[in-house]
């Protein structure tokens, strides 16, 4: 809720920016909206000053295949690559944060860090892994979320009708968004014991592929769950479930509804 008007007065200044570039026939929407607002959001939320910011968005970008499994080895070379200059840049700034503290999350960490009781400090492994799943869960989810929103907001046109009449569905629609294109698609497990799952038996160490999008179509859960209703207001699975369901849930939701409501309005 703090970062709701940050979130808003970026989203505005984008589009301005856009806006003022008439000269462009066609503008790529995820490289010069989707991409920006997000890496600004959590740019704020890591302390990052405006001049590192594209730093910031090279990273994610190198960094996003990590979701994916399979990765050929150019890919994972292009992972390990993102991961270790953010690495080296994260570290510089976290010892200009310990000089010269802001208010937000990663200041707050750090005094956090230097606490006097030791079982509650923070090692510097810790405060880097905290800052690397912000930026990668903040990042690349939220930029797929945007561009498939747009997407599907746009084909076909009649539901900007609809929330043109009904604005209070934004919420709803953008969870709609989350169900019918789920941002992530895909996460594996390794099973630690022999064991049977609707029916198929699997063995110890075999490794087993989930799909968001299955659980988001099943047609047990969801009335005519291949079709696209901005007025539905589903439980999906797109943040996860239970102990792993997503920290920054409500953020993605928040910049959602922003970014997709006042480009398309």
Known sequence: NALRDRVQQTADELLDRLADESGDDVVDIVERYCSQLPVAVISDILGVPESDRQHILRFGELGAPSLDIG???????QVHEGLVGFNTWLTGHLERLRRDPGDDLMSQLIQASQASDEAARLSERELQATAGLVLAAGFETTVNLLGNGIRMLLDPPEHLDTLAARPELWPTAVEEILRFVSPVHSF?????????????????????LMLYPSANRDAKEFDDPDSFRVERNPTHVAFGIGNHFCLGSALAKLEGKIALETLLE
């Open 71 to 77: 990765l050929s080895w150019q890919q994972y070379m």
């Open 188 to 208: 594996s497990r390794t099973t630690t014991c022999d064991t049977e799952l609707a029916g198929q038996k699997i063995e110890k160490g075999q490794r087993v």
